[in-house]
Every structure is written in structure tokens, then in C-alpha cells.
């Protein structure tokens, strides 16, 4: 069976901090992705990321960034925490599509409550 | 990066009764998939439909898809208490890696 794991549930941080959010995939997949969740505004993309140490903007990279030094792995950081990024946090993982027209499909992680205060 | 819109927000319907939702997107597609979140948890794949077809089925669940109109339609027949999620559609294009998601229709079922 697939599986996105992201290494914490729930996280409380203080501003300031900085925060490592973990996710790893077992699926040998070649694309990860980052995205915030928030109500109202749906998902967004932070990053994406196609290979290792190969990454790429989403729509709201600013405050985040990322790092992929193993395929498995997909870290999105915090550099320094602030109460509007309280979200809940969505990992997920694909294969490439190569033009394939049976297309991909994405996995998704259960998600990272990540509250700053 | 392309989007898909999803209408209507929110829909709250009779356990029993078909649920309809509707995706939009602006942009030539290859394929366009529908996901579903429980609240709080991640999404999960639900159904792909490729652009070269019409309709496709998979248990209670049937989608179209209209590429002149570049619209799609999830149909969730008998709906059940566990159907109530949200639903999301995305539309792909080969080449374009980078998957977005709009807002999603909220689905409530009421026993």
C-alpha cells in the first residue's frame, strides 16, 4: 500500500522558531509537493519539488523553503515562524507523467496542524 | 499553474438522495481527477477521466467530462452518512507537474 507519512500530527511553535516539517513517501515517486491548507482559501502550492535537490516555487513560497536531499524525503522549513502561518500543512507525492495518458496520481500525507502562537 | 473551480461550495442533501458537484477549469487538459478529503485528513484519489472520454464509472461515483465547455461533474449516487467530505477536481496537463487545487465543495449528507 502507498504511503505519504508526515512525521508530526500536531506541532505548537512560538514565533520566531524556525520549523522542519518531515515528510517521507515509499513510492519511489519522482514529484513532491508542499501546499497549506487554510478555510475559505482551499489548497495552495508552496513548493514543488521534481527530483532531488531540485526544487520549484508554488503560488506562496515567501517564509518557506525547502529541501529534498533524498528522493524519499521532502523537508518544507520555516525559517522563522509567525502566527500567519498557523495552517494545517499537506504533503504529497507523484510519479512524473512522461506523457503518459493514463496521467498520475497524487498521495497525500494526513496533514501537519501547525499551530504559532 | 492550472485550477480547477469547484461549484457549488458547499451542498447538503438527504442520506439516500444523489449528490451533483461541478469543476470548471480554463485550460486545455489530458485528464482531470476528483479527490476527496474527510475533515482534517489528506485527500485521496477518487477518479480520473481522460480527455478523450465522456463519462466513466467506478461504484457510486460517475463523472463527465465536457472539454468544449471545459466543465466535469462528479455524481455520487444513494449517498451515504460517509460521503459527507469535501471534494476537490484537478485538472492536468502533461507537462505542467505542478497540481493545484481550488476550494472544493463541501458535501454534508443528512441522516
Known amino acids: 500500500d502507498v504511503k505519504v507519512t508526515q512525521s508530526s500530527r500536531y506541532l505548537v511553535k512560538r514565533t520566531g522558531e524556525k520549523v522542519f516539517l518531515e515528510c517521507v513517501q515509499d513510492?519511489?515517486?519522482?514529484?513532491m509537493f508542499w501546499y497549506r491548507q487554510d478555510p475559505g482559501l482551499g489548497l495552495r502550492l508552496i513548493y514543488f519539488?521534481?527530483?532531488?535537490?531540485?526544487?520549484e516555487k508554488g503560488d506562496i513560497p515567501e517564509g518557506y523553503s525547502v529541501s529534498r536531499e533524498k528522493k524519499e524525503r521532502f523537508s518544507l522549513i520555516l525559517e522563522s515562524a509567525s502566527t500567519n502561518q498557523t495552517s494545517m500543512y499537506l504533503c504529497?507525492?507523484?510519479?512524473?507523467?512522461?506523457?503518459?495518458?493514463?496521467?498520475?496520481?497524487?498521495?497525500f500525507g494526513e496533514g501537519s496542524w501547525l499551530t504559532v502562537v | 499553474s492550472q485550477q480547477g473551480e469547484e461549484d457549488p461550495q458547499a451542498l447538503s442533501i438527504q442520506e439516500g438522495e444523489n449528490a451533483t458537484m461541478n469543476c470548471s477549469y480554463k485550460?486545455?487538459?489530458?485528464?482531470l481527477q476528483w479527490y476527496r478529503q474527510n475533515s482534517g485528513r489528506g485527500l485521496v484519489h477518487l477518479i480520473l477521466?481522460?480527455?478523450?472520454?465522456r463519462e466513466k464509472h467506478s461504484g457510486r461515483l460517475r463523472v463527465t467530462l465536457d472539454t468544449s465547455k471545459k466543465s466535469s461533474s462528479l455524481l455520487i449516487t444513494a449517498s451515504r452518512a460517509a460521503d459527507t467530505a469535501s471534494y476537490f477536481c484537478?485538472?492536468?496537463?502533461?507537462?505542467?507537474?505542478?497540481?493545484?487545487f481550488g476550494t472544493g465543495t463541501r458535501l454534508t449528507i443528512i441522516p
Open positions: 519539488s521534481y527530483d532531488v535537490k531540485m526544487k
Open positions: 477521466i481522460r480527455s478523450n472520454e
Open positions: 484537478a485538472p492536468y496537463l502533461f507537462g505542467n507537474e505542478k497540481l493545484t
Open positions: 485550460t486545455s487538459i489530458n485528464n
Open positions: 504529497a507525492s507523484s510519479l512524473p507523467t512522461g506523457g503518459l495518458l493514463s496521467g498520475n496520481t497524487i498521495y
Open positions: 513510492m519511489d515517486h519522482e514529484n
